[in-house]
């Protein structure tokens, strides 16, 4: 494909673009001889057609070297994929990806104005210009910073992530990157943050450590004090921390309420607060009945309370049921990755042989690859069922799906 309406075809978002008139004179090479076709169709009819590769392009990867990188701390010997940085504004918009901007010019800035790609996922860091640099180690980390003013200017929406490390981007840092995000106006979605994450194999890499109780504590207390001040003049709150911050600092995750339409979900920001509200939600459409019934539930050291709160919530409901849930300790990648997604299927057989897990194991869906049938260091599904004797539930990650899993009912 070489054009649509004289406009030329050089990615899926051109393609996208420009693909969604009524009438389209399409320049195509076959062998290398052009041809015209001309299609009339509805307006926001796809063409149906299908490219050797999703983006019509290569994927753009990533060009930083930031001192928190996990990538950088994947053990050798998993699969190709998972050492793949990338980059790409074509996958933030697509997929929610989160992009750095370092790789972009300002041509791509002003092509991603003039389509109306919004929103657009933002990895910051930091609003210090040499600080940022000294991060991602990318020259290009201080002037890329223009883009998101640019961008929102442009009438593009961001949400914004900001990783913290102890002692480097938090404090004074955090409160000025807050104040300077908070400076773009209503274009401004959403600032996330997030804990930086260790596994064990840091060899060479730059010294980093967990946060302690104290130092969560001060970040949330940083981050509430700058949203209150936001949702006194907007209405809105656009700063949330992590719901690993509220756990490592030992304080309650906050209601709903708090993380006003969600816009960090992937970022861990809300997740359960919104879990446990629509598990609540669901339970209230049942009606309290015997149910004959053992399951059992994996999940990562973070979440383990919460589920068994819901486990706990379901057997009151229903007499008679069992749920177990178990707590999977990474072992695999280190005992400080704590999230469910980074389970893997050694760590899961390991520690669940030879237990009775009844009727079935209820596993979350982001332990898997997006194909569903593989763990993070290549053991599939079937093989995790092998090894446990049991078959295996891949639960969606909302609260009716968690209890029509634990019933085994329709909710």
């Known amino acids: 494909m070489v054009s649509i309406n004289g406009n030329p075809i050089d990615d899926v978002l051109d393609y996208r673009f420009y693909m969604t008139d009524r009438q389209l004179q399409i320049e195509l090479l076959r062998q290398n001889v052009p041809y015209i076709v001309k299609v009339h169709k509805g307006e926001y009819d796809d063409l149906g057609l299908e490219f050797d590769t999703y983006l019509m392009d290569k994927q753009q990867n990533c060009k930083n070297k930031c001192i928190f990188c996990f990538v950088d701390q994947t053990p050798k010997g998993m699969r190709e994929s998972l050492y793949f940085k990338d980059d790409d504004a074509r996958l933030s918009f697509l997929f929610g990806n989160y992009i750095t901007l370092t790789n972009l010019e300002d041509r791509d800035i002003q092509r991603i104005i003039r389509m109306r790609i919004s929103p657009i996922n933002i990895s910051v860091h930091t609003t210090n210009p040499q600080l940022r640099v000294e991060m991602m180690k990318n020259p290009r980390a201080a002037s890329s910073l223009r883009y998101i003013q640019m961008l929102t200017e442009g009438g593009i929406k961001v949400n914004t992530q900001l990783v913290l490390c102890p002692g480097i981007n938090d404090g004074e840092e955090l409160s000025r990157s807050l104040r300077d995000l908070g400076a773009l106006g209503e274009n401004l979605q959403s600032i996330a943050c997030v804990p930086?994450?260790?596994?064990?194999?840091?060899?060479?890499?730059?010294?980093?450590?967990?946060?302690?109780?104290?130092?969560?504590?001060?970040?949330?207390?940083?981050?509430?004090?700058?949203?209150?001040?936001?949702?006194?003049?907007?209405?809105?709150?656009?700063?949330?921390?992590?719901?690993?911050?509220?756990?490592?600092?030992?304080?309650?995750?906050?209601?709903?309420?708090?993380?006003?339409?969600?816009?960090?979900?992937?970022?861990?920001?809300?997740?359960?607060?919104?879990?446990?509200?629509?598990?609540?939600?669901?339970?209230?459409?049942?009606?309290?009945?015997?149910?004959?019934?053992?399951?059992?539930?994996?999940?990562?050291?973070?979440?383990?309370?919460?589920?068994?709160?819901?486990?706990?919530?379901?057997q009151e409901l229903f007499p008679g049921l069992t749920v177990e849930v178990h707590r999977i300790v990474n072992d695999y990648f280190g005992h400080n990755i704590t999230v469910a997604g980074l389970i893997t299927g050694t760590d899961l057989m390991a520690q669940l042989k030879g237990k009775d897990l009844g009727e079935a194991l209820l596993i979350p869906n982001v332990m898997l690859r997006h194909e569903q049938d593989m763990f993070l260091d290549d053991v599939t599904l079937e093989e995790a069922q092998a090894a446990l004797g049991t078959p295996i539930q891949v639960v969606e990650n909302d609260g009716f799906s968690v209890l029509s899993a634990m019933t085994g009912q329709e909710i």
């Open 196 to 314: 930086v994450g260790l596994t064990d194999y840091r060899e060479g890499l730059y010294p980093l450590r967990t946060y302690t109780a104290p130092e969560a504590a001060a970040v949330i207390d940083t981050i509430d004090a700058f949203a209150d001040e936001v949702q006194k003049e907007r209405g809105v709150r656009v700063a949330y921390p992590s719901d690993e911050f509220f756990l490592l600092a030992g304080r309650p995750i906050p209601p709903v309420e708090y993380y006003g339409e969600f816009d960090q979900l992937d970022n861990g920001v809300g997740l359960m607060a919104q879990l446990e509200q629509e598990f609540t939600s669901a339970c209230s459409l049942c009606d309290p009945c015997p149910l004959t019934r053992k399951v059992s539930i994996a999940t990562g050291v973070l979440a383990y309370p919460l589920l068994c709160k819901l486990a706990g919530k379901a």
